[in-house]
T-cell receptor, first 118, second 111 residues
Framework: DTEVTQTPKHLVMGMTNKKSLKCEQH?????MYWYKQKAKKPPELMFV???????INESVPSRFSPECPNSSLLNLHLHALQPEDSALYLC?????????????????FGEGSRLTVL | GDSVTQMEGPVTLSEEAFLTINCTYT??????LFWYVQYPGEGLQLLLK?????DKGSNKGFEATYRKETTSFHLEKGSVQVSDSAVYFC??????????FGGGTRLMVKP
């Protein structure tokens, strides 16, 4: 199984709603990532979890709250978002964030969750 | 810091034409290099990779060679198909740091 599965594929929410994006992988990867991608732009890193601990937060507003319940699951909790937060949110995983001769550094991406904030 | 520069698109080609998408990078040490492809409405898929100088990555008819002397990793395909229409991202990963992406190049292949 070389897949990263994201749900939902599409989400429309109002600015007062609370919703969550979910991501799952069963490749035994110990690093998981959230990226945000706007149209015609490369993905921008938001958060990195390494061995279920938050290791990088790229100064993301607190209305985005990540959670890593276990090594296979990654959530992104959304609250009080703004219309400019509308984007494709991509989850990714990798063997680990650093080290090891088997770690060539590639990330495996999910299909993404397309979020629209009204 | 690390950076990746790709040729700006869109690149528009006729079916069966030869494709080159240029990618150059700036990084300390010996990064791993990647090409990712993003089809419309989808996530990123790893297309090919190279982990050391002179390595050639290949997949689905696409190739790229890790050239340390010119800090380049140009993507090539001998005969493109309409189904290759997508956005292509060059990226590097340097000693466990996060992926650094280029700006992406949109390829449009016309029948």
């Amino acid at each position: 199984d070389t897949e990263v599965t994201q749900t939902p594929k599409h989400l429309v929410m109002g600015m007062t709603n609370k919703k969550s994006l979910k991501c799952e992988q069963h490749m035994g990867h110990r690093a998981m990532y959230w990226y945000k991608q706007k149209a015609k732009k490369p993905p921008e890193l938001m958060f990195v979890y390494s061995y279920e601990k938050l290791s990088i937060n790229e100064s993301v507003p607190s209305r985005f709250s990540p959670e890593c319940p276990n090594s296979s699951l990654l959530n992104l909790h959304l609250h009080a978002l703004q219309p400019e937060d509308s984007a494709l949110y991509l989850c990714a995983s990798s063997l680990r964030t650093s080290g090891g001769t088997s770690n060539t550094g590639e990330l495996f991406f999910g299909e993404g969750s397309r979020l629209t904030v009204l | 810091g690390d950076s990746v520069t790709q040729m700006e698109g869109p690149v528009t080609l006729s079916e069966e034409a030869f494709l080159t998408i240029n990618c150059t990078y700036t990084a300390t040490g010996y990064p791993s290099l990647f090409w990712y492809v993003q089809y419309p409405g989808e996530g990123l898929q790893l297309l090919l990779k190279a982990t050391k100088a002179d390595d050639k990555g290949s997949n689905k008819g696409f190739e790229a060679t890790y050239r340390k002397e010119t800090t380049s990793f140009h993507l090539e395909k001998g005969s493109v198909q309409v189904s290759d229409s997508a956005v292509y991202f060059c990226a590097l990963n340097n000693a466990g740091n996060m992926l650094t992406f280029g700006g992406g190049t949109r390829l449009m292949v016309k029948p």
